[in-house]
């Protein structure tokens, strides 16, 4: 099954990339939405929010450590963290991923 994300851990895909380690990989987005807007996803190839167990939950802690160990890192104290699952709320691709937004005003509710 071919997966873009998976493609980008891999190196297939080429991408600009934040932060590292065997379990997590982030990178800026192609498409910013804010001044800094990257992404943090688990290597291991989960569709969704909507697809973590208890089996696999534990990638997902550790992406929430990335994301507090890199803000800090970048200076930043207000962001957003966003995941979209399924095509209704927006997730275009099918590869679990935390949007990490910031350096302007957000508004709220999202649209
Ligand atoms: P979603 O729409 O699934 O919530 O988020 C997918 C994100 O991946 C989008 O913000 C989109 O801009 C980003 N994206 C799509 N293709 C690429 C790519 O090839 N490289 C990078 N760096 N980001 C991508
Ligand atoms: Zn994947």
């Known amino acids: 099954m071919s997966c873009l994300f998976c493609s980008i851990v891999s190196g297939d895909v080429p991408s600009n ?11 800026y987005d192609i498409d910013p939405q804010a001044p ?4 943090v996803i688990p290597k291991e190839h989960i569709p969704s929010a909507g ?4 089996e696999n939950s534990a990638v ?3 992406c929430f450590e990335v994301i507090a160990q ?14 979209n699952c399924g095509l209704q709320a927006g997730q275009s691709v099918p590869h679990l991923h935390f949007h990490v937004l910031a ?5 709220w509710p999202p649209g």
Do not use: W
């Open 17 to 27: 990339k934040v932060y590292e380690d065997e379990l997590v990989y982030a990178f």
């Open 36 to 39: 800094v807007h990257f992404l």
């Open 51 to 54: 697809a973590v167990t208890p």
């Open 60 to 62: 997902v802690a550790h």
């Open 70 to 83: 890199v803000t800090r890192q970048l200076g930043l104290t207000d962001f957003r963290v966003v995941s």
């Open 103 to 107: 350096g302007r005003d957000m508004t």
